[in-house]
């Protein structure tokens, strides 16, 4: 991500809007009294809005980029996040996280890769308040979970209207009518595990998330396609 190649591909009016903003920020309510910090955060979510800048980025991206350490990427993105981010923002991030990004372990491991050092906070947050902590595999960018607390960050995800919709649309598939939410996830979680065993790591992400994906967007009529036949 070269900086001055994509602001080539800005328009003057945007790049003149956000300037013109920046600008008004740096001197209100005088010239000197933002911090270093804050006009570094401003400036980030400026290149964001007219889309140098992704939402997301990589943090490769930004050291790349702004020729920063690891660390202050991270610690910049987490700080740009915090200003602009909500819970039901963070829960969109999370669903799609659950959707896509999941690899099985020996059957009895989940791992997610996360981006977002903010996300990541968020996700710990979840699971201590569940006492559902990981197995000690926080990395910068990935997290490997026991299905148990995989399932934990499911169910904060949606309401138990949804939870029994949902539980509701796998019993019309062939699961047992007497089993909870968590543990009608947990079956499905293990027999994924036996249908990507042996596959590459693509053929593991495209069967999770044809599979996971309906079940985390609440999708009943998708369900029930995708998990007819699947007992």
Same mark, same amino acid.
């Given at each position: 991500m070269d900086i001055a190649e994509k602001l080539q591909t800005v328009s003057e009016h945007e790049k003149a809007e956000a300037f013109d903003d920046l600008i008004k920020k740096c001197i209100?309510?005088?010239?000197?009294?933002?911090?270093?910090?804050?006009?570094?955060? $401003? +400036?980030? +979510?400026?290149?964001?809005?007219?889309?140098?800048?992704?939402?997301?980025?990589?943090?490769?991206?930004m050291v790349s980029s702004f020729k920063i350490t690891r %660390?202050?990427?991270?610690?910049? $993105? @987490?700080?740009?996040?915090?200003?602009?981010?909500d819970e039901e923002t963070l829960q969109i991030?999370?669903?799609?996280? $659950?959707?896509?990004?999941?690899f099985i372990k020996d059957g009895d491991k989940?791992?997610?890769?996360?981006?977002?050092? @903010?996300?990541?906070? @968020?996700?710990? %947050?979840? +699971?201590?308040k569940q006492k559902q902590?990981?197995?000690?595999?926080f990395s910068p960018e990935n997290i490997r979970l026991s299905v148990d607390a995989y399932i934990?960050?499911?169910?904060?995800?949606?309401?138990l209207d949804k939870q029994k919709a949902i539980k509701k649309a796998l019993?019309?598939?062939?699961?047992?009518?007497?089993?909870?939410?968590?543990?009608v996830i947990k079956t499905?979680? %293990?027999?994924?595990?036996?249908?990507? @065993?042996?596959?590459?790591?693509?053929g593991v992400v495209q069967s999770l998330e044809l599979y996971i994906r309906p079940i985390l967007q609440a999708n009943v009529n998708e369900i029930e396609k995708v998990y007819q036949g699947f007992l």
């Open positions: 209100s309510p005088a010239l000197g009294t933002m911090s270093k910090r804050e006009f570094e955060i $401003l +400036l980030i +979510l400026k290149l964001q809005e007219i889309k140098v800048i992704e939402k997301n980025p990589e943090i490769y991206d %660390s202050k990427a991270r610690s910049l $993105l @987490y700080d740009v996040k915090m200003r602009t981010e991030e999370l669903i799609e996280l $659950l959707s896509t990004l999941v989940i791992m997610l890769e996360v981006t977002s050092p @903010y996300l990541i906070d @968020y996700i710990k %947050s979840i +699971l201590k902590i990981s197995d000690g595999s934990t960050l499911v169910e904060s995800c949606m309401s019993q019309k598939c062939g699961f047992e009518n007497n089993l909870s939410f968590r543990s499905v979680l %293990s027999e994924i595990g036996k249908i990507t @065993y042996g596959k590459t790591v693509e």
